[in-house]
C-alpha cells in the first residue's frame, strides 16, 4: 500500500516526522522515496468514494506524529513481524488512543522496507458499511481482480490470497485492519481469517481493553493460541480538539453540522450538506475544524473517536433529526447509498426493506460509482433480514425469495470487461433474463404442485400455464404443459393435456411425435387417450419407428390404453411385439398376459442384447414361478448383465417359495448382498435370512461394506421401525456419515423420521453454505423440520440459490426454486408459496 502513495505525500512525511522513525528509515530507504516523487498519483481499484475514505484515513493517520508511548507499541508490533508462530495480533486502548496512528506507521515503516508488502484497511467515519470495507479489502488484497459479486469477492480473499499468501517472489503480507468496531457487523469475519498462510500477517485495532480485544478474536476468527495482544496507553484529547468541549461551546449551526456528520455512514458532499442545514456550510464549518475534514468537496470527522464521542452526546431526538434530514435529500444521492443501513440501524419493519428491492433502486445503484456491487449488497442484507423473522412472519418469504432470484439475475447479467475498472463496476445485460419460459413455468407448477387446491393455487398454476405457452420449442412446452395436467387433474387438467398434443402435434419428427403423443395418453381421458395411442402406434408401424418402443411410455398408459393397445401388439412382427407384450403386461398385472408376454421375450430374445435385457429385467417382478426359473436360464446369455437379472430374479424366486439356494451362490458377494436384501420384505425366517446377509457383507470388499449394510439392508429396518438397530450395527461414524444415514434412514422409516430429521439438520446447517446440497438431499423431509431450523435452511439455500452463476435459480439440479418449494411449503404454508410464485413473475419482468 505505501508505494501507492503520491510522492508529494510521502516527502512532506518523511521531512516532517523522519526524527520520529530514525530506527525505522535509513539513507537507502530516503533516496528511494525520492525516486518515487516522480510517480503518478495514487490510485486503488475501488469506487470512488472508497478510494477517497481510503486516502483521507491514510493522511490523517501517517502523518500523525507519534508520542513515545506510540512509537513503544510501534516497535513490539515490528517485533511481532518476526514471530513466525503468531500469524494475528490485535492493538487495543480507550477510545482516545490513536490506534489507527500506529497502524499506519506501521504499514508506512514496513513498506520502506523489502520483508512484507503492507495494506491498510482502515474502517473510518466514512468507511463502515460492509460494502466498502470489502470492496476496500478487494483493491488492496487482489491484484488480478476480474470482477464478482461479494459473496465471490469474500471467497476470493479467503482462499486464494489470505489462505495461500504470497508466492516466493512476493514479499510477505501484512494486513492491518483499523477500529473494527465501527464496522457493521461482517459475516464474513471468520470466513476471512481463520486460516491464513505461513506468511501473512493480520493486525486489528479494537477499542476497549483486554477483555474486549479477547472477545474480537472469535469475531475475527483469529486464533487464540496464535494471536498478540498489545495495549496502547490512556491518550487524552488534544487541545483543541476534545469533542465533548467543542461541541459545548458549538453554535447552532456548527452542532447541527456535527450531528449530521455523527450519524452519517458515508462522507457528505457540501450539496447535500447545504440543503440538509438549509444554509451555506461556511458558517457550520467555523470552530468545526478539528474535529471535521475536508477531502474533494465532502466532509467527515477524522476519527472513529471524535463521532462517536459527538453521537454519543446529542439527545435521541437531535440523532433522529439529523438522520431524517439526511434521508430527505434527493434518492439518488445519499439515501440510496445508505438508507438501508440507517433502516437496520433504527429496526424498520420488513416491510420497510422491500423498497431496497426494486428497479428503482438499482437505476440509481447503476448511476453511482459502487454500482453493481452496491446493490447486490443492499440484497444480501434484505435476505439475511427476511430470513432472521421468517418463523415469526409469512410475508418475509416473498422478500427473501425476492431477493435471492434479483440477484441471482444480476449475477447473470453481470460480465466483466475492464479489468481497471473500480471494484463493483459490472456492466449489466438486462437483455439476459433470470432464466428462460421453461424455468420460469417449471418454478410455478412446482411451487403450485406444493399447495393445497383453492384459487390462489389455481392463479398460480395460470402463471405458469402463461409461462408455459411462451416456449418456443415444441417439446419442452408440451413437456411443461403435460406437467400442469398432472398437478391440475380434472377438467383443467384435461384441458392442459389437449393443449400438449396440440404442441406435440406441430413436431416435425414422426417418430418423435408418435413418442410424445404416447407420452400423452395417460393425461388425457380414457376414450381419448386410447385414440391417441393408436394412432401413435400405427404411426410407429408404418415406418415412422420401432413400434416396440412403447415400452419405454407404457408407463404413463392408464389401464384402458393398455386394454386397447394388446391387440394391436399382438400383430406386430418379431421383437416389437414381445417389448410391446412385455411393457403392456406391466401395466395390466394379469397373469395370463403376463405368461403370452413372456413367451413372446423367449422366442426373440437375443443374447448381448440390451433392449431384451432390460425388457426382461422390467418383466421380472410380475412373472410367476416357472416363467421366473425359465427366465433364469436365460439370464447367462446376457453376460456380464446377467447379474443385475439374478438379482432381481432371487428376491421374486423367494417370494414365490423358492429359496433360489442356487442363484444365490453364483453371484459375488455385493450383488448376493442386494439379493438378499430385497427379499427381506417378505422373508419368513427373517434373523436366518439376516445371518446370511452378514455373512455375505464380510465377504464382500472392506469399502463395500457400509454401503451394502447401510442402504441395501437399511430400508428393510427403517420400514419395520428400527433404525436403531442398523445404526448400532454400522458403529461410530463421521458427521457426514450420520447426515447421509439419518437422512437415507427417515425416508424409509415414517414412525421415526421425525427424529431422524431432528438429528440430520443441525450437522446439515453445520456444513451451511459451503456444502449446500448436503441440507438439499433433506429439503424432501422438510415438513419435519422446526420453524427455526427450517428458517436457517432456507436462509442458507437461498444464498446458494442467488450466488449460482448458471442461470440455474428457478428449476435445475443445484440448489433451485423448484427443489426448495417443500421447504418454503413447510415454513410458510400456501400464503409463503404464492408469494415466491408472484416473484418469479414479478422478477422475470425485470429482465424482459
Keep these: 500500500m505505501g508505494r501507492d502513495l503520491d510522492a508529494e505525500q510521502r516527502a512532506h512525511e518523511i521531512s516532517g516526522e523522519e526524527h520520529h522513525h530514525g530506527a525505522l528509515l535509513d539513507a537507502s530507504v530516503r533516496r528511494h522515496l525520492t ?21 483521507c ?58 520483508a512484507y508488502g503492507a495494506q491498510l484497511v482502515p474502517i473510518g467515519p466514512d468507511l463502515r458499511l460492509e460494502r466498502d470495507i470489502l470492496a476496500l479489502l478487494v483493491s488492496r488484497v487482489l491484484s488480478d ?37 465501527e464496522a457493521e457487523p461482517l459475516v464474513a469475519w471468520p470466513a476471512l481469517f481463520s486460516a491464513v498462510g505461513p506468511r501473512v500477517k493480520v493486525l486489528a485495532t479494537v ?4 477483555a474486549a480485544a479477547r472477545a474480537w478474536i472469535q469475531r475475527l476468527g483469529f486464533d487464540p493460541a496464535r494471536t498478540q495482544i498489545h495495549p496502547l496507553p490512556v491518550r487524552p484529547w488534544p487541545t483543541p480538539g476534545d469533542p465533548a468541549e467543542l461541541l459545548a461551546t458549538a453554535g447552532a449551526a456548527s452542532a447541527k453540522l456535527l450531528g449530521l456528520l455523527s450519524v452519517a455512514y458515508g462522507r457528505l458532499p457540501e450539496d447535500e450538506i447545504t440543503a440538509a442545514l ?31 464521542e459527538v453521537e454519543e452526546r446529542l439527545v435521541l431526538g437531535a440523532r433522529e433529526t439529523s438522520t431524517r434530514q439526511l434521508l430527505a435529500l434527493p434518492p439518488d444521492g445519499y439515501p440510496c447509498a445508505y438508507v438501508r443501513a440507517h433502516m437496520e440501524q433504527s429496526d424498520a419493519p420488513l416491510q420497510a426493506f422491500a423498497a431496497l428491492v426494486t428497479e428503482e433502486h438499482l437505476a440509481r445503484w447503476m448511476a453511482r460509482p459502487e454500482a453493481y456491487l452496491g446493490f447486490v449488497a443492499d440484497l444480501e442484507r434484505v435476505r439475511r433480514r427476511a430470513v432472521v423473522v421468517l418463523p415469526m412472519g409469512r410475508e418475509a418469504t416473498a422478500l427473501a425469495v425476492r ?46 404442485a406444493a399447495m393445497t387446491a383453492g384459487p390462489a393455487r389455481a392463479e398460480v398454476l395460470a402463471w405458469a400455464a402463461d409461462a408455459a405457452r411462451r416456449i418456443p420449442e415444441t417439446e419442452f412446452r408440451g413437456d411443461v404443459l403435460l406437467s400442469l395436467a398432472e398437478c391440475a387433474g380434472a377438467e383443467t387438467g384435461y384441458a392442459f393435456a389437449r393443449e400438449a398434443l396440440a404442441a406435440f402435434r406441430t413436431t416435425e419428427d414422426a417418430e418423435k411425435r408418435a413418442h410424445q403423443m404416447l407420452v400423452a395418453t395417460g393425461a388425457l381421458p380414457p376414450e381419448e387417450g386410447v385414440a391417441v395411442a393408436r394412432e401413435a402406434l400405427a404411426s410407429l408401424r408404418n415406418g415412422a419407428g420401432d413400434p416396440g418402443d412403447i415400452e419405454a411410455f407404457s408407463r404413463h398408459f392408464p389401464h384402458a390404453v393398455a386394454e386397447a393397445l394388446w391387440p394391436d401388439a399382438e400383430a406386430l412382427p418379431g421383437p416389437a411385439r414381445a417389448r410391446a407384450l412385455a411393457a403392456l403386461a406391466r401395466v395390466l398385472g394379469d397373469p395370463e398376459r ?24 422390467r418383466l421380472i417382478p410380475h412373472l410367476a414361478a416357472p416363467e421366473a426359473r425359465r427366465a433364469a436360464a436365460l439370464a447367462p446369455g446376457f453376460g456380464e448383465h446377467a447379474v443385475e437379472l439374478l438379482e432381481g430374479l432371487i428376491p421374486r424366486l423367494r417370494a414365490l417359495g423358492d429359496p433360489a439356494d442356487d442363484l444365490i451362490e453364483a453371484l459375488p458377494a455385493a450383488p448376493r448382498v442386494r439379493a438378499l436384501a430385497r427379499s427381506l420384505p417378505f422373508a419368513t425366517e427373517p434373523a436366518r435370512l439376516l445371518a446370511r446377509i452378514d455373512e455375505a457383507i464380510q465377504k464382500a470388499e472392506p469399502r463395500d461394506r457400509y454401503g451394502l449394510r447401510m442402504f441395501e439392508v437399511g430400508p428393510w429396518f427403517a420400514a419395520k421401525g428400527d433404525s436403531d438397530t442398523l445404526l448400532a450395527a454400522v458403529g461410530p461414524l463421521s458427521d457426514a456419515g450420520r447426515l447421509g444415514a439419518f437422512g437415507f434412514l427417515a425416508r424409509h422409516d415414517p414412525v421415526h423420521a421425525p427424529e431422524l430429521v431432528r438429528q440430520a439438520l443441525p450437522l446439515a446447517l453445520r456444513f451451511g453454505a459451503d456444502e449446500p446440497d ?75
Excluded at 470512488?48 to 481510503?54: H, L, N
Excluded at 464478482?148 to 501484512?174: K, Y
Excluded at 444480476?410 to 438486462?430: S, T, Y
Excluded at 403370452?596 to 430374445?605: G, L
Design 35 to 55: 525516486r518515487e516523487m516522480t510517480m503518478s498519483p495514487p490510485h486503488i481499484l475501488a469506487p470512488a468514494p472508497v478510494e477517497r475514505a481510503f486516502r
Design 57 to 114: 484515513a491514510w493522511n490523517e493517520g501517517s502523518s500523525a506524529a507519534l508520542d513515545p508511548a506510540e512509537q513503544t507499541a510501534l516497535a513490539a508490533l515490528s517485533r511481532w513481524l518476526d514471530e513466525p508462530e503468531l500469524p494475528y495480533a490485535i492493538l487495543h486502548g480507550s477510545r482516545a488512543s490513536r490506534r489507527a496512528v500506529v497502524a499506519a506507521h506501521l504499514v508506512r515503516a514496513q513498506n520502506e522496507g523489502v
Design 774 to 848: 448436503r441440507l438439499l438431499d433433506l429439503v424432501p423431509l422438510a415438513r419435519h423440520f422446526p420453524p427455526e431450523g427450517a428458517a436457517a435452511a432456507l436462509g442458507i439455500l437461498l444464498d446458494a440459490l442467488a450466488g449460482d452463476f448458471r442461470h440455474a435459480a428457478l428449476a435445475g439440479d443445484g440448489v433451485t426454486l423448484v427443489r426448495i418449494a417443500p421447504l418454503i411449503a413447510a415454513l410458510a404454508g400456501d400464503e409463503g408459496l404464492a408469494g415466491a410464485a408472484r416473484e418469479v413473475v414479478q422478477v422475470a419482468a425485470w429482465f424482459p
Design 145 to 181: 481482480y476480474a470482477g464478482g459479486e461479494p459473496r465471490l469477492l469474500r471467497r476470493q480473499i479467503a482462499q486464494e490470497h489470505l489462505r495461500v499468501g504470497p508466492t516466493e517472489n512476493e514479499p510477505s503480507l501484512l494486513l492491518a485492519i483499523t477500529d473494527v468496531e
Design 278 to 308: 438549509g444554509a451555506p456550510i461556511e458558517g457550520a464549518l467555523a470552530g468545526s475544524e478539528p474535529l471535521v475534514t475536508a477531502v474533494d468537496g465532502t466532509y467527515a470527522f477524522r476519527s472513529n473517536a471524535a463521532r462517536r
Design 594 to 617: 403376463v405368461r403370452a408376454a413372456f413367451a413372446a421375450v423367449e422366442q426373440h430374445i437375443e443374447p448381448y442384447d440390451l433392449k431384451e435385457h432390460w425388457t426382461l429385467a
Design 403 to 448: 431477493a435471492a432470484l434479483v440477484e441471482a439475475s444480476l449475477n447473470w447479467c453481470a460480465r466483466r470487461k475492464d479489468h481497471d475498472a473500480p471494484v463493483g463496476v459490472e456492466p449489466i445485460n438486462r437483455q439476459k433474463r433470470i432464466a428462460d419460459e421453461r424455468d420460469q413455468a417449471r418454478a410455478l407448477t412446482a411451487l403450485g
Design 207 to 210: 477499542e476497549g481493553d483486554d
